[in-house]
Protein backbone atom coordinates (compact mmCIF):
# COMPACT_ATOMS: atom_id res chain seq x y z
CA UNK A 1 0.00 0.00 0.00
CA UNK A 2 1.48 3.50 -0.93
CA UNK A 3 1.88 6.23 1.97
CA UNK A 4 -1.31 7.33 2.89
CA UNK A 5 -0.26 10.56 4.90
CA UNK A 6 -4.48 11.60 5.48
CA UNK A 7 -5.57 8.22 6.53
CA UNK A 8 -8.53 8.70 8.61
CA UNK A 9 -8.98 12.03 7.65
CA UNK A 10 -12.39 12.86 6.63
CA UNK A 11 -12.75 15.82 3.59
CA UNK A 12 -15.49 17.00 1.78
CA UNK A 13 -14.59 17.63 -1.47
CA UNK A 14 -17.81 19.77 -3.41
CA UNK A 15 -18.31 20.09 -7.52
CA UNK A 16 -16.72 16.43 -6.97
CA UNK A 17 -18.09 14.56 -9.84
CA UNK A 18 -16.51 15.83 -12.40
CA UNK A 19 -13.39 18.33 -13.93
CA UNK A 20 -11.06 19.79 -10.91
CA UNK A 21 -13.40 18.49 -8.42
CA UNK A 22 -13.24 14.83 -9.43
CA UNK A 23 -9.21 15.07 -9.71
CA UNK A 24 -9.23 16.53 -6.60
CA UNK A 25 -11.02 13.91 -4.38
CA UNK A 26 -9.21 10.91 -6.11
CA UNK A 27 -6.07 12.30 -5.37
CA UNK A 28 -7.46 12.98 -1.27
CA UNK A 29 -8.56 9.29 -1.69
CA UNK A 30 -5.25 8.33 -2.91
CA UNK A 31 -3.59 9.55 0.19
CA UNK A 32 -5.81 8.07 2.61
CA UNK A 33 -8.52 10.68 3.12
CA UNK A 34 -12.53 9.53 3.23
CA UNK A 35 -14.22 11.54 0.71
CA UNK A 36 -18.07 12.88 1.01
CA UNK A 37 -18.59 13.85 -2.88
CA UNK A 38 -20.79 16.70 -3.34
CA UNK A 39 -22.58 17.74 -6.10
CA UNK A 40 -25.90 18.04 -7.99
CA UNK A 41 -25.41 14.75 -9.58
CA UNK A 42 -23.25 11.69 -8.71
CA UNK A 43 -22.24 11.11 -12.94
CA UNK A 44 -19.73 13.07 -14.71
CA UNK A 45 -20.45 15.82 -16.42
CA UNK A 46 -20.65 14.32 -20.12
CA UNK A 47 -18.99 17.06 -21.75
CA UNK A 48 -15.77 16.34 -19.56
CA UNK A 49 -12.38 15.14 -20.77
CA UNK A 50 -12.16 12.43 -18.36
CA UNK A 51 -11.30 9.01 -19.40
CA UNK A 52 -13.54 7.01 -17.30
CA UNK A 53 -16.14 9.65 -17.37
CA UNK A 54 -18.63 6.97 -17.27
CA UNK A 55 -17.61 5.51 -13.58
CA UNK A 56 -19.05 8.09 -10.66
CA UNK A 57 -15.95 9.34 -8.64
CA UNK A 58 -17.73 7.54 -5.12
CA UNK A 59 -17.32 4.16 -7.37
CA UNK A 60 -13.50 5.06 -8.32
CA UNK A 61 -13.07 5.28 -4.79
CA UNK A 62 -14.12 2.52 -3.46
CA UNK A 63 -13.13 0.26 -6.23
CA UNK A 64 -9.68 1.28 -5.17
CA UNK A 65 -10.19 0.10 -1.77
CA UNK A 66 -10.91 3.79 -0.19
CA UNK A 67 -14.03 5.03 1.44
CA UNK A 68 -16.45 7.37 -0.29
CA UNK A 69 -19.92 8.43 -0.28
CA UNK A 70 -21.97 10.88 -2.50
CA UNK A 71 -23.96 13.69 -0.95
CA UNK A 72 -26.47 15.33 -3.53
CA UNK A 73 -26.20 18.88 -2.60
CA UNK A 74 -26.89 22.63 -4.22
CA UNK A 75 -23.78 24.56 -2.34
CA UNK A 76 -26.51 27.63 -3.05
CA UNK A 77 -29.15 26.17 -0.53
CA UNK A 78 -28.38 26.48 2.96
CA UNK A 79 -30.43 23.70 3.79
CA UNK A 80 -28.85 21.25 1.71
CA UNK A 81 -25.29 22.64 2.47
CA UNK A 82 -26.37 22.15 6.35
CA UNK A 83 -27.47 19.11 5.88
CA UNK A 84 -24.40 17.08 4.48
CA UNK A 85 -22.11 19.24 7.16
CA UNK A 86 -24.42 17.63 9.76
CA UNK A 87 -25.09 13.94 8.12
CA UNK A 88 -20.83 13.82 7.47
CA UNK A 89 -19.89 14.34 11.47
CA UNK A 90 -23.06 11.78 12.10
CA UNK A 91 -21.87 9.09 10.04
CA UNK A 92 -17.83 10.49 10.00
CA UNK A 93 -17.65 11.76 13.79
CA UNK A 94 -15.08 14.40 12.24
CA UNK A 95 -14.39 16.83 9.40
CA UNK A 96 -10.14 17.66 8.68
CA UNK A 97 -10.84 19.42 4.92
CA UNK A 98 -12.83 21.13 2.98
CA UNK A 99 -12.61 21.44 -0.55
CA UNK A 100 -14.75 24.34 -2.08
CA UNK A 101 -14.68 23.30 -5.56
CA UNK A 102 -18.20 23.95 -6.75
CA UNK A 103 -18.76 27.12 -9.15
CA UNK A 104 -20.96 29.09 -11.16
CA UNK A 105 -19.49 30.23 -14.89
CA UNK A 106 -21.87 31.61 -17.52
CA UNK A 107 -21.22 32.19 -21.32
CA UNK A 108 -19.47 35.42 -22.25
CA UNK A 109 -21.36 38.67 -22.33
CA UNK A 110 -20.57 42.54 -22.14
CA UNK A 111 -21.23 43.84 -18.44
CA UNK A 112 -23.79 45.85 -20.09
CA UNK A 113 -25.86 42.90 -20.67
CA UNK A 114 -25.49 41.25 -17.53
CA UNK A 115 -28.68 41.42 -15.24
CA UNK A 116 -29.67 40.74 -11.80
CA UNK A 117 -30.24 37.22 -11.94
CA UNK A 118 -26.75 35.97 -13.33
CA UNK A 119 -25.30 38.66 -10.36
CA UNK A 120 -27.81 36.39 -7.78
CA UNK A 121 -26.70 33.56 -9.25
CA UNK A 122 -23.26 33.88 -9.46
CA UNK A 123 -22.92 35.14 -5.74
CA UNK A 124 -25.02 32.64 -4.25
CA UNK A 125 -22.70 29.72 -5.26
CA UNK A 126 -19.51 31.22 -5.59
CA UNK A 127 -19.12 33.70 -2.95
CA UNK A 128 -22.23 32.83 -0.36
CA UNK A 129 -21.92 29.45 -0.89
CA UNK A 130 -17.89 29.12 -0.83
CA UNK A 131 -18.33 31.39 2.78
CA UNK A 132 -21.51 29.44 4.16
CA UNK A 133 -19.06 25.78 3.99
CA UNK A 134 -16.37 27.38 5.28
CA UNK A 135 -18.24 28.39 8.36
CA UNK A 136 -19.63 25.31 9.03
CA UNK A 137 -16.44 23.47 8.04
CA UNK A 138 -14.48 25.95 10.77
CA UNK A 139 -16.89 25.34 13.52
CA UNK A 140 -16.34 21.56 13.47
CA UNK A 141 -12.99 22.40 13.25
CA UNK A 142 -12.49 24.31 16.67
CA UNK A 143 -14.26 21.38 18.02
CA UNK A 144 -11.70 19.20 17.25
CA UNK A 145 -7.95 18.98 19.08
CA UNK A 146 -4.49 19.64 17.53
CA UNK A 147 -2.71 17.05 15.14
CA UNK A 148 0.50 17.76 16.02
CA UNK A 149 1.78 15.16 13.19
CA UNK A 150 -0.44 16.89 10.28
CA UNK A 151 0.26 20.24 11.97
CA UNK A 152 -3.59 21.74 12.18
CA UNK A 153 -6.85 21.04 13.26
CA UNK A 154 -8.05 21.69 10.02
CA UNK A 155 -7.79 22.10 6.59
CA UNK A 156 -9.54 24.45 3.48
CA UNK A 157 -8.83 25.05 0.19
CA UNK A 158 -11.01 27.08 -1.91
CA UNK A 159 -10.44 27.25 -5.81
CA UNK A 160 -11.21 30.68 -7.22
CA UNK A 161 -9.76 31.57 -10.53
CA UNK A 162 -6.92 33.13 -12.95
CA UNK A 163 -9.98 36.02 -13.26
CA UNK A 164 -10.35 37.06 -9.47
CA UNK A 165 -6.34 38.18 -10.56
CA UNK A 166 -6.76 40.04 -14.06
CA UNK A 167 -9.46 40.90 -16.09
CA UNK A 168 -10.87 39.26 -18.90
CA UNK A 169 -13.91 40.35 -21.09
CA UNK A 170 -17.47 39.23 -20.93
CA UNK A 171 -17.16 38.02 -17.51
CA UNK A 172 -17.22 40.75 -14.79
CA UNK A 173 -19.84 38.63 -12.47
CA UNK A 174 -17.49 35.92 -12.57
CA UNK A 175 -14.95 37.45 -12.19
CA UNK A 176 -15.93 39.82 -9.16
CA UNK A 177 -17.10 36.87 -6.99
CA UNK A 178 -13.68 34.54 -7.28
CA UNK A 179 -12.05 37.59 -6.43
CA UNK A 180 -14.37 37.66 -3.03
CA UNK A 181 -12.73 33.57 -2.65
CA UNK A 182 -9.68 34.97 -2.62
CA UNK A 183 -10.28 38.18 -0.26
CA UNK A 184 -12.62 35.53 1.80
CA UNK A 185 -9.30 33.14 2.22
CA UNK A 186 -6.85 36.00 3.39
CA UNK A 187 -9.61 37.06 5.65
CA UNK A 188 -10.92 34.10 7.05
CA UNK A 189 -6.77 32.62 7.66
CA UNK A 190 -5.91 35.64 9.58
CA UNK A 191 -8.89 35.46 11.74
CA UNK A 192 -8.19 31.34 12.46
CA UNK A 193 -4.21 31.11 12.10
CA UNK A 194 -4.73 31.85 15.99
CA UNK A 195 -6.53 28.18 16.18
CA UNK A 196 -4.27 26.26 13.96
CA UNK A 197 -6.46 26.18 10.54
CA UNK A 198 -5.27 26.25 7.32
CA UNK A 199 -7.04 28.02 5.03
CA UNK A 200 -5.67 28.68 1.69
CA UNK A 201 -6.66 28.92 -2.28
CA UNK A 202 -5.65 27.83 -5.46
CA UNK A 203 -6.21 29.90 -8.43
CA UNK A 204 -6.52 27.96 -11.79
CA UNK A 205 -5.86 29.12 -15.53
CA UNK A 206 -6.90 27.65 -18.49
CA UNK A 207 -8.00 23.96 -17.71
CA UNK A 208 -9.79 21.39 -19.58
CA UNK A 209 -13.25 20.92 -17.86
CA UNK A 210 -16.52 19.73 -19.06
CA UNK A 211 -17.77 23.17 -18.15
CA UNK A 212 -15.36 25.09 -19.91
CA UNK A 213 -15.49 22.66 -23.17
CA UNK A 214 -17.38 25.50 -25.30
CA UNK A 215 -14.72 27.56 -24.91
CA UNK A 216 -11.99 25.23 -25.64
CA UNK A 217 -13.59 23.68 -28.96
CA UNK A 218 -13.97 27.49 -30.17
CA UNK A 219 -11.08 27.79 -32.21
CA UNK A 220 -10.84 31.55 -31.78
CA UNK A 221 -11.33 31.78 -28.26
CA UNK A 222 -9.19 28.66 -27.77
CA UNK A 223 -5.95 30.49 -29.60
CA UNK A 224 -6.78 33.76 -27.25
CA UNK A 225 -6.36 30.98 -24.44
CA UNK A 226 -3.69 30.19 -25.65
CA UNK A 227 -1.93 33.09 -26.42
CA UNK A 228 -2.57 34.24 -23.23
CA UNK A 229 -0.58 31.34 -21.58
CA UNK A 230 3.36 31.24 -21.44
CA UNK A 231 3.56 27.18 -20.78
CA UNK A 232 3.17 25.16 -24.40
CA UNK A 233 -0.15 23.86 -23.51
CA UNK A 234 -3.41 24.67 -21.13
CA UNK A 235 -3.83 23.08 -17.72
CA UNK A 236 -5.48 19.78 -16.89
CA UNK A 237 -7.46 18.60 -13.65
CA UNK A 238 -4.56 16.82 -12.33
CA UNK A 239 -2.40 20.10 -12.31
CA UNK A 240 -4.74 21.74 -9.61
CA UNK A 241 -5.54 18.34 -8.01
CA UNK A 242 -1.76 18.39 -7.30
CA UNK A 243 -1.36 21.51 -5.92
CA UNK A 244 -4.42 21.46 -3.46
CA UNK A 245 -3.64 18.35 -2.18
CA UNK A 246 -0.36 19.75 -1.26
CA UNK A 247 -2.27 22.06 0.87
CA UNK A 248 -3.69 19.18 2.70
CA UNK A 249 -0.46 17.61 3.46
CA UNK A 250 1.94 17.93 6.58
CA UNK A 251 4.61 19.20 4.56
CA UNK A 252 2.26 22.75 4.17
CA UNK A 253 1.21 23.12 7.56
CA UNK A 254 3.06 26.40 7.97
CA UNK A 255 1.21 28.09 5.19
CA UNK A 256 -1.94 29.94 5.15
CA UNK A 257 -3.85 32.62 3.99
CA UNK A 258 -1.99 32.22 0.19
CA UNK A 259 -3.58 32.34 -3.60
CA UNK A 260 -1.57 29.99 -5.42
CA UNK A 261 -1.44 30.69 -8.84
CA UNK A 262 -1.83 27.64 -11.05
CA UNK A 263 -1.84 28.78 -14.11
CA UNK A 264 0.72 27.86 -16.43
CA UNK A 265 1.85 31.80 -15.91
CA UNK A 266 -1.65 33.07 -17.44
CA UNK A 267 -1.25 35.76 -15.01
CA UNK A 268 2.76 36.56 -15.22
CA UNK A 269 2.06 39.65 -17.58
CA UNK A 270 1.41 39.83 -21.28
CA UNK A 271 2.84 36.39 -22.78
CA UNK A 272 5.50 37.29 -25.70
Not at 113 to 128: F, R, V
Amino acid sequence: MSFQPLKDKVAVVTGASSGMGRAIALRLAEKGAKIICCDLRAEANPSGYENDISTTTVDLITASGGIAVFEKVDISAVSEVEGTFSRTISQFHRLDILINCAGYWAPFRDFANEDDELWAKMSAINTLGTARAMRLAIRQFLKQEFDPIWGSRGRIVNISSCAAVVAFPGEVAYSATKASVNHMTRAGALDHAKDSININCVAPGVVATGMARQNIEDADILALMQKSTPWPRIGRAGDIAGVTVFLCLPDSQWMTGQVLAVDGGLTLGVAP
